[in-house]
């Protein structure tokens, strides 16, 4: 954890199974604007223990720009999560575009919907061994951007883009994939600019990562 800042801590309990959840903004010295300020990244964790101890922290936005001016930049910050849990964990937070607020006092507020399965031990999707997706590159991207992902055993997937709204744009594979690592290219060349997430499902698991295409 050397360099690193965790803040803006926002958390959620399920009245259902008593998992706690936190989700919170943490800022990487690796991440940083021209100005040397750092951006952050929207983090998530849980405890089915009443917080004695906590799974990993998972990336939930993935939306690295260093050396980014004003404007172009993407911090995510000020998270908050709904108190209501049902499937997902809804969470607003602030997509902070520059370091000046007055400069940029109008930075958008959005929303992410986190999928979550309640099971014995509680806790998020529950992943096949050696299930991953990794962060798309380039991010943000111009048209076309790589994903790449692990399987840990043969396993039927479906990788989809979706929208804000959590409308589906594209199925990019569905079908019987061999256990290794697999990447796919995505040519969003006929697709508007804009914030939309890659889903990956493998079993009873899903693994989401969001990018920014800029045309």
Same mark, same amino acid.
């Given at each position: *954890?050397?360099? !690193?800042?965790? =803040?803006? !801590? ?20 690796? &991440?940083?604007?021209?100005? *040397? ?16 101890? %906590?799974?990993? +922290? ?9 050396? =980014?001016?004003?404007?172009?930049? #993407? ?25 000046? #607020? ?8 959005? #929303?992410?919907?986190?999928? @979550? ?5 509680? $806790? ?7 299930? /991953? ?6 991010? +943000? ?10 399987? $840990? /055993? ?6 989809? @883009? #979706?929208?804000?709204? $959590? ?10 994939? &061999? ?6 290219? %995505? ?23 969001? *990018? *920014?295409?800029?045309?």
């Amino acid at each position: *954890m050397a360099n !690193l800042a965790i =803040c803006k !801590l926002s958390s959620a309990a399920d009245s259902v199974d008593g998992m706690l959840y936190v989700v919170y903004t943490r800022f990487d010295t690796l &991440d940083c604007s021209a100005n *040397m300020i750092a951006n952050g990244e929207l983090y998530a964790q849980h405890s089915s223990d009443g917080g004695i101890t %906590w799974s990993s +922290p998972q990336n939930l936005t993935n939306t690295q720009t260093p050396g =980014c001016f004003p404007g172009d930049c #993407y911090s995510e910050v000020y998270p908050s999560v709904a108190n209501k849990i049902d499937e997902n964990l809804h969470i607003f937070y602030q997509l902070d575009k520059g370091y000046s #607020y007055d400069l940029y006092p109008d930075d958008p507020m959005l #929303y992410y919907k986190m999928p @979550i399965t309640r099971q014995d031990i509680g $806790g998020f999707n529950h992943l096949p061994s050696g299930f /991953e997706l990794f962060p798309n590159y380039p991010n +943000p991207f111009n048209a076309q951007t790589s994903i790449s992902f692990r399987l $840990g /055993e043969k396993s039927r997937i479906n990788l989809s @883009i #979706y929208n804000l709204l $959590g409308q589906r744009v594209i199925t990019l594979v569905n079908c019987l994939q &061999d256990a290794g690592e697999h990447k796919i290219i %995505w040519n969003a060349k006929d697709i508007s600019s804009g914030v939309y997430y890659a889903r990956l499902e493998a079993g009873q698991g899903s693994r989401s990562i969001k *990018m *920014m295409l800029l045309k």
